[in-house]
Nanobody, 124 residues
Framework: QVQLVESGGGSVQAGGSLRLSCAVSGRTFSPSAMAWFRQAPGKEREFVAT????????DYADSVRGRFTLSRDNNKNTMYLQMNSLKPEDTAVYYCAADRSYYGTQDPRSYDYWGQGTQVTVSS
C-alpha cells in the first residue's frame, strides 16, 4: 500500500517561509509525477504545483509562481515545497499527491494517491 505523509506545516507571519515535505512509502510505489494542492476553509481544493517523475519539469499555479519552489529527491522518495514570501491567502491545508504518469497535471482527479494534509497558517 502506498502512503504519502506530509510534514513541515505551521504558523508564520506574512513574508515568512516554510518548507513542506512529502515522504512516500510502499513496496509497490515507483517514482511518478507528484503535486501539491491546497484547500482553504469553504473553498475547493486548488492546484499549487506539480513536478515530473525525473524532477526536471515543474508547473506552478499563477498565485504561487516566483514564491514557491518544488523539488524532489527520488533516492529518498521525498518531495519538497519551499514557500517564500508567504501571504495570508496562502493559508490552507496542503496536500501532496502522486500519480502513475511521467508528467503531472493540474487536475486533482488524475492523482491516485493522497496524503492526509498539513496545515499552513499565515498571519498578517
Amino acid at each position: 500500500q502506498v502512503q504519502l505523509v506530509e510534514s513541515g506545516g505551521g504558523s508564520v507571519q506574512a513574508g515568512g517561509s516554510l518548507r513542506l515535505s512529502c515522504a512516500v512509502s510502499g513496496r509497490t510505489f515507483s517514482p511518478s509525477a507528484m503535486a501539491w494542492f491546497r484547500q482553504a476553509p469553504g473553498k475547493e481544493r486548488e492546484f499549487v504545483a506539480t513536478i515530473s517523475r525525473s524532477g526536471t519539469s515543474t508547473d506552478y499555479a499563477d498565485s504561487v509562481r516566483g514564491r514557491f519552489t518544488l523539488s524532489r529527491d527520488n533516492n529518498k522518495n521525498t518531495m519538497y515545497l519551499q514557500m517564500n514570501s508567504l501571504k495570508p491567502e496562502d493559508t490552507a491545508v496542503y496536500y501532496c499527491a502522486a500519480d502513475r504518469s511521467y508528467y503531472g497535471t493540474q487536475d486533482p482527479r488524475s492523482y491516485d494517491y493522497w496524503g492526509q494534509g498539513t496545515q499552513v497558517t499565515v498571519s498578517s
